[in-house]
């Protein structure tokens, strides 16, 4: 199938994140192995881009790239047109698990960022620590410890932990594929509440096309492993989304087009 460059550039407002030709063969025990193949797009400025693909297309390579925890065999990654060398304080970074520590309380982990970059301007250390979890709702929650909280909880504190030092971009990775059904789709108006309100750019890794659709102005599609670019498709732009609309399911079954085979 051919790439649709226009879909994949975006709309011509400024990129804030770029790969180009970004390719990624690790180096194992058994011998390299292919993870993903000339991946190109970008994602404006406050634009909520994610990135769908089977599991082992190499989706959370090319996060682990993005967020400079990873280098690329191939090609580039800039940031506000500086090349990636490493994770900065620009990108934050949500996980599947919520990777909390498990002896800091709730606001201890949120504060844990802050303690080595300090507070953004305008805020004490404090003051931060309390808006953000204001941000997720969890601030009756502050001084509880993460095996007290559910799921979905866990997840919300790993949000403002992220959001702690008022990174521009929001980096996550299978967020919420972990969390029940019910849970996913309160954390998703959350989340799209959250970018209205703070401006993110927010890059999304998922292999759920239903959550990729209701969340995204802009849907990359990977192909099976070695993952590449296979089109960027943009959902209805209303919002919230009514996931019973035409226009939603057609944009889900334009995505599923790529794997039903
Ligand atoms: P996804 O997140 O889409 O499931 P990954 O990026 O985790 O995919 O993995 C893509 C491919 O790269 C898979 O074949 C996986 O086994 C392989 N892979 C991922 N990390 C490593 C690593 N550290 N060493 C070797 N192979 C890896
Ligand atoms: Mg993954």
Redesign the pocket.
Known sequence: MAVDDEAVVGDGREAQIRLAGVG?T???ESGP????SDVSFDAARGEFVSVV????????????IIAGL?TATEGTVEVDGEPVTGPGPDRGMVFQDDALFPWRTVAGNVRYGLEEVGAPEGFSVSERVDYCLDLVGLSEAAQQYPRELSGGMRQRVGIARALAVDPPILLM??PFASVDARTKSTLHRELLDIWAETGKTVLF?T?DIDEAVYLSDRVVV?SE???TVLDAISPPVDRPRDRTSEAFTEAKAEVLSYFDH
Do not use: I, L, N
């Open positions: 990624k690790y180096r194992s192995v292919r993870a993903v693909g089977p599991s082992g297309c190499g989706k959370s390579t090319v996060f682990r990873e990775d299978e890794v292999h990977f492993g070695p993952g």
